[in-house]
């Protein structure tokens, strides 16, 4: 890895995707998570890479991208997101505020468990 990225570690191996035009590397995982938007209720969709500014989801449920999103991943608060690119039933998002890395270890690992 070169000095741009940060090593992610758990018990598991970690696929990182190529940092491209992004500030972190993200970390491929699979996972449900819950999501909600201010016109909606919690409605599944499956969470596809994260890092510390943000995470790719797939969601069969249409999302308005000038609306914040709130997700809630295992054993963490809610978090808050904006939408920053779609493609089909695939979005990109941003953190409101960047996860700690040991936060993101930790969601890591519990995804896993989940997993």
Same mark, same amino acid.
């Given at each position: ?12 191996? =970690?696929?990182?995707?190529?940092? @491209? $035009? !992004?500030?972190? &590397? !993200? ?6 998570? /819950?999501?909600?938007?201010? $016109?909606?209720? /919690? ?19 249409? /999302?308005? &991208?000038?609306?914040?999103?709130? =997700?809630?991943?295992? @054993?963490?608060?809610? /978090? ?6 779609? @493609?089909?039933? &695939? ?21 896993? &468990?989940? @997993?």
């Amino acid at each position: 890895m070169d000095g741009k990225m940060e090593a992610v570690r758990s018990a598991d191996k =970690i696929e990182i995707s190529p940092l @491209g $035009n !992004r500030k972190h &590397e !993200r970390a491929v995982v699979e996972g449900e998570i /819950l999501v909600r938007q201010s $016109n909606s209720q /919690l409605f599944p969709a499956a969470l596809s890479d994260l890092s510390v500014s943000g995470f790719k989801m797939k969601s069969y449920t249409h /999302l308005d &991208e000038q609306k914040p999103v709130y =997700i809630r991943l295992p @054993g963490i608060q809610t /978090l808050t997101a904006t939408i920053k690119w779609t @493609g089909f039933q &695939e979005y990109g998002c941003a953190f409101s505020q960047d996860l700690h890395p040991a936060v993101l270890t930790h969601l890591l690992a519990k995804l896993r &468990e989940h @997993g």
